[in-house]
């Protein structure tokens, strides 16, 4: 958001998670966790549950770094209680700065929400009006994008995560409805709920979106081969799947929420494996 507004030069560092835009990845990393990626599905929720229960931070602040880039405004977030640096936590060492900055939290849950935030982040960089016109841009997209679907909406589910299964929510019931689908799954502005594979069938969808949280479209398909869950491996056999690179396109707040749409119309309309 931060660099779509016109504000890259202000950017003084960015989270352990940050891999766009290429133009920021030699920036210092403020945040940090001690969650292996590299682990399974089951093995990475039971991990974060695990620090969770123990009352340990699944994402943490460097304290050290953050104090040699003393930043002016920390942007973070309070969107979803995994992604998130431990509710207070920003707030708490920015007060402890000796030149306590700014914070601004993000939180919204659609995609107006969304456009909402792009106007915040403009405010507090001071490019108001560079936002503003980026938010506009980005709601007349979504527009153009819905008014090319046809009337008859396959019926669509989204899964955000396998083993467990979590089905996404937030914005992506409106990023379907704007691709020409319909998400049975989930309405608009819904966390992302965890389901058992038996429930799946009673919602009997055309469509089965997998747009993994954190994994691209790579991992996403090295996580179904692996699959140890003999029900959700046979119910989606039978289906017709789409794999989409979630981490880029349909996880994160952003404008690249947009570029999720048009792969997810793309799959919809013509039924083949969408690229951007």
């Known amino acids: 958001m931060v660099v779509a507004v016109g504000a890259e030069a202000q950017l003084a560092g960015v989270s352990h998670e940050c891999d766009w835009p290429d133009s920021v990845q030699h920036l210092p990393r403020v945040t940090t ?3 292996d ?7 990475i929720d039971r991990a974060v549950r695990d620090s969770v229960a123990a009352g340990r931070a699944v994402i943490g602040i460097d304290v050290a770094t953050l104090r040699a880039l003393a930043p002016t405004l920390i942007i973070t977030q309070q969107l979803c209680d995994v992604c998130a640096v ?10 402890a700065l000796a030149d306590p900055p700014d914070v601004l939290v993000l939180q919204g849950t659609t995609l107006s929400g969304v456009w909402e935030d792009v106007r915040a982040v403009g405010v507090a960089v001071g490019r108001t009006v560079e936002a503003d016109l980026v938010a506009q841009e980005l709601e007349l997209q979504v527009e153009a994008l819905a008014a090319r679907a046809t009337e008859r909406r396959p019926r669509v ?16 019931p409106e990023m379907i409805h704007a691709a020409g689908g319909i998400d049975v799954g989930a ?15 009673a919602l009997d969808p ?6 993994l949280c954190g994994f691209d479209e790579a991992r996403a398909h090295r996580e179904l081969a692996g699959m140890t869950n003999a029900a959700g491996r046979a119910w989606l056999a039978g289906r017709r799947v789409c794999v989409i690179d979630g981490n880029a396109y349909t996880s994160r707040p952003g404008p690249r929420l947009v570029e999720g749409i048009t792969l997810i119309q793309r799959f919809l309309h013509a039924g083949t494996a969408p690229h951007l």
Not at 37 to 43: C, D, F, G, L, N
Not at 189 to 198: M, Y
């Open 33 to 35: 966790t001690p969650i």
């Open 37 to 43: 990626p590299t682990r399974t599905s089951a093995e």
């Open 86 to 95: 431990a509710d207070g936590e920003a707030q708490r060492l920015a007060t």
């Open 157 to 172: 589910i989204a899964i955000e995560w396998l083993e467990p299964l979590f089905l996404a929510g937030h914005w992506v």
């Open 187 to 201: 309405q608009p502005g819904d966390h992302s709920a965890q389901r058992e594979w038996r429930e799946l069938a």
């Open 206 to 211: 055309d469509v089965v979106l997998i747009m």
